[in-house]
């Protein structure tokens, strides 16, 4: 199984270019992906709202550009516009194997006065894989606020044991295929994104934390693949606020205890401009 997480900044590149049709480009350069989980798609967000967005239906648009794949959209954002239409900004999936369970998890958003923020989601599409069922889970966490990231680190924690208790202790109860049909989590769970926060962030380390109620942890692929090197940059290598603003390492994917043995590669795509953030590619076998 090869994964991708990429935070496309609604597929707007260094050059100020947005561009859906080159961050697919990119991704299918990069590797022959089964699984793409993208972080920061537009719809009907015209520049001045987005710059350099000419309003185009990213969500509509790269599930046409990956036609051969399973498009999972989970737009968080979700208002009017002036004409009548909405508006929408969000993460996606995109799946070569067939997707089962869909998920649309509202992550925390706590009042935290005179700080920026937006809504987020952590979206879940459960795979089916050749070596079984895995959750796949992608979000985008809070930029701004320290106090609403440390609520949705807790949230992911709680969404991932909630499915892997599922998982453990779950029974059939209902086959007769409306909505209470019973539909099992599996325990192999991905979780990927722009985490907004640093390796040596404290929040890192309780995402790894063990669990109280026995759910097997986390661990961070990187670590797993490149246990002696450090995490590379994903963010702010070619765009930067500042000229001396460093480099930041937020892009991060986190894996099930089972799949940890599973990890093959974990690499960065360092090259590619056609975003603020760097692509990280996964290898399970």
């Known amino acids: 199984m090869k994964l991708i997480t990429w935070n496309t900044q609604w597929c707007r590149g260094v050059d100020g270019k947005v561009d859906p049709a080159r961050i697919v480009n990119h991704a299918r ?11 920061e798609i537009a ?25 051969e794949y399973a498009a999972v959209p989970g737009a968080i954002i979700d208002v009017p516009d002036e004409k009548g239409g909405r508006r929408h900004f ?10 089962g369970q869909v998920f649309r998890h509202l992550l925390p958003y ?18 089916s894989t050749p070596f079984g069922d895995v959750r796949v889970i992608t979000t985008h966490l809070e930029y701004y606020g320290k106090k609403k990231r440390i609520a949705q680190v807790e949230a992911l924690r709680t969404i991932y044991a909630e499915g892997s208790g599922h998982a453990r202790f ?13 539909r099992l989590r599996p325990q192999a769970t991905i979780i990927t994104g722009d985490f907004n926060l640093e390796p040596d962030d404290p929040l890192h380390a309780r995402m790894l934390e063990p669990f109280d109620d026995g759910t ?35 892009d991060f994917i986190f894996v099930s205890a089972d799949l940890a043995s599973r990890v093959r590669d974990v690499r ?16 399970l076998a």
């Open 29 to 39: 350069a990069f590797a022959d992906f089964d699984v793409l989980c993208l972080q």
């Open 43 to 67: 719809n009907n967000f015209p520049d001045p709202r987005l710059a350099g967005s000419r309003g185009e239906n990213q969500f509509a648009e790269l599930s046409t550009r990956l036609a």
């Open 90 to 99: 969000g993460n996606m999936i995109f799946s070569r194997y067939p997707v």
């Open 110 to 127: 706590p009042v935290d006065p005179g700080v920026n923020g937006m809504p987020r989601i952590a979206l879940e599409a459960i795979v």
């Open 170 to 182: 779950g029974t059939i109860v209902d086959t007769e295929g409306g909505p209470f049909h019973t």
């Open 216 to 250: 097997p942890p986390l661990a961070d692929a990187w670590q797993v693949a490149h246990p002696v090197d450090p995490h590379p940059p994903t963010f702010k290598i070619y765009e930067k606020e500042e000229p001396d603003e460093p480099e930041q390492h937020c």
């Open 268 to 283: 960065i795509d360092l090259k590619t401009q056609a975003s603020d953030h760097q692509p990280v590619y996964l290898e």
